[in-house]
């Protein structure tokens, strides 16, 4: 069965940090690409960034390159996500995802995309 959880959510100030994890089971992690979506309450999934493996390496959306990083370890099969400067605008549940279906949130809402329960990320003052 696959299997994605996700932890290393919290309440941060703005400017601070948080390091999400995502721990996967049930299939070749090394095989696949991962991806990190996040979702605002009453709003759609906006892509945020993917793992495309050791050669091709993580991909960034707009919004957070320069802020975020998103590494893989193959052996313990987790990927990571260091927020690093965070918004406001970054709160939101973030979620990791089995596979790489472009850059268009909704792309990831689909029945049959297997994602995590999702880590709640709050920035407040």
């Known amino acids: 069965q696959v299997q994605l959880v996700e932890s290393g959510g919290g309440m941060v100030q703005p400017g601070g940090s948080l390091r999400l994890s995502c721990a996967a089971s049930?299939?070749?992690?090394?095989?696949?690409?991962i991806t990190w979506v996040r979702q605002v309450p009453g709003k759609g999934l906006e892509w945020v960034s993917s793992h495309h493996g050791d050669i091709v390496g993580p991909t960034y959306a707009e919004s957070v390159k320069g802020r975020f990083t998103m590494s893989r370890d193959n052996d313990k099969k987790t990927v990571y996500l260091q927020m690093n400067g965070l918004k406001y605008e970054d709160t939101a549940v973030y979620f990791c995802?089995?596979?790489?279906?472009?850059?268009?949130?909704?792309?990831?809402?689909?029945?049959?995309?297997?994602r995590g329960q999702g880590t709640q990320v709050i920035v407040f003052s």
């Open positions: 995802v089995q596979g790489y279906l472009g850059t268009s949130g909704a792309s990831y809402s689909g029945s049959r995309v297997v």
């Open positions: 049930g299939f070749t992690f090394r095989d696949w690409v």
